[in-house]
Nanobody, 122 residues
Framework: QVQLVESGGGVVEAGGSLRLSCVTS????????MAWFRQPPGKERDFVAS???????????KYDESVKGRFSIYRENFKNTLYLQMNNLKPEDTAIYYCAAKSPEVSAYNYWGQGTQVTVSW
């Protein structure tokens, strides 16, 4: 079992920055693919970014085209924390952001956090 707790959301003006955090606990000692998803108001949840953690190294970072060059996914191992650094935020980035995890061998994410709201105003 893996537990995920997000924080760091808030209200920011367009062009500003936020850093989301996802503290991971439970069975995280082996390997995990971790990701950020977001759900804008009235829309479905979409992929934002992911990477795979295996034997102390990070592999295969991926980003949705809409956030490439603006968002960065990374982790601090000693804190068991995954981050999403978001720069040059746009109003269309407004959404509830979710942290997710899965084994790299499976296709579906089976561990989810509770979500954190990000609102970008003009």
């Amino acid at each position: 079992q893996v537990q995920l707790v997000e924080s760091g959301g808030g209200v920011v003006e367009a062009g500003g920055s936020l850093r989301l955090s996802c503290v991971t606990s439970g069975d995280t000692s082996n390997q995990l693919t971790m990701a950020w998803f977001r759900q804008p108001p009235g829309k479905e949840r979409d992929f934002v970014a992911s990477h795979t953690w295996r034997r102390g190294r990070v592999y295969d970072a991926k980003y949705d085209e809409s956030v490439k060059g603006r968002f960065s996914i990374y982790r601090e191992n000693f804190k068991n924390t995954l981050y999403l650094q978001m720069n040059n935020l746009k109003p269309e980035d407004t959404a509830i952001y979710y942290c997710a995890a899965k084994s790299p061998e499976v296709s579906a994410y089976n561990y989810w956090g509770q979500g954190t709201q990000v609102t970008v105003s003009w």
